[in-house]
């Protein structure tokens, strides 16, 4: 089958963590949004699809996937999707559904650091909430972040098949996302990113070894790999970033 992914064009996103895991998985699938619109692609299909007034079950915001005949929205949810399809996830009842409470707590953490440079409004633009997004990044870099990423380097080290992986003795797609939140951090805090991965070197073996994987390798190294960018989740702004 055939997946389209739907998420904004240009930008990785929460449309990021979906790609990780398509990519691993080699699926075949259409990035709608980055396809030229001769190619029917674009956010104008994106925005297409998002008011089709037929679909009995809307996706209210991008990430959405289709799947055949299938819409799935909301990123955890796509992931709980693909994960059984693709081997991304183990088999038991148990597994799945705590790599599905890994990635739902992942998803909290993107919200928190998209918050750090939009926290009143993500209608209103970054230089008319700079004051507010510097009192929420400091403190995200001094308490959120460290919060977020001990509890990731305690699962990894409880981890009774080994400080690997987040869930079982295999990669599953917790870890892919869990790359992706260091790439973003590094990007978006490098000053207090050095100083955090002092402290969570299981985190960043994980981060190199996904990095590694032959499949993450050729698409990190592919056009299909957006930029990170200004317009995106994780943006680099220095003065959020700890002195
Ligand atoms: N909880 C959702 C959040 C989806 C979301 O916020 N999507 C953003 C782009 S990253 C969007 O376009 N939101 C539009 C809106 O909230 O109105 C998920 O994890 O997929």
């Not at 499949?215 to 190294?221: D, P």
């Not at 200004?230 to 970033?241: K, M």
Request: net charge positive.
């Amino acid at each position: 089958m055939r997946y389209e992914l739907y998420y904004w064009s240009t930008i990785q996103g929460r449309g990021e963590f979906v790609r990780l895991a398509l990519e691993e998985a080699g699926a075949d699938y259409v990035d709608v949004a980055n396809l030229p619109a001769r190619r029917g692609g674009g956010d104008a299909a994106l925005l297409r699809r998002l008011g089709d007034k037929t679909l009995a079950h809307p996706p209210f915001a991008p990430p959405f996937l289709k799947a055949g005949r299938l819409f799935i929205g909301q990123t955890a949810n796509i992931l709980l999707f693909l994960g059984p399809r693709h081997g991304l996830v183990p088999a038991a009842e148990a597994a799945r559904s705590w790599a599905h409470q890994l990635q739902l707590t992942i998803a909290d953490l993107v919200q928190e650091i998209h918050d750090t440079h939009h926290p009143i409004a993500g209608s209103l633009y970054y230089k008319d909430q700079k004051k507010e997004a510097r009192r929420r990044a400091a403190d995200f870099v001094a308490n959120r972040a460290p919060k977020y990423l001990g509890y990731f380097e305690r699962v990894l080290a409880r981890n009774p098949a080994g400080d690997r992986h987040l869930v079982g003795a295999r990669l599953s797609y917790p870890d892919l996302s869990l790359f992706e939140i260091v790439a973003g951090l590094r990007y978006a805090f490098p000053r207090a990113m050095a100083r955090l991965e002092r402290r969570h070197k299981r985190i960043v073996a994980l981060h190199d070894r996904v990095a590694a994987r032959p499949r993450i390798a050729a698409y990190l190294a592919s056009g299909r790999r957006l930029p990170f960018s200004e317009a995106d989740i994780f943006r680099r702004y220095p003065e959020l970033d700890e002195a």
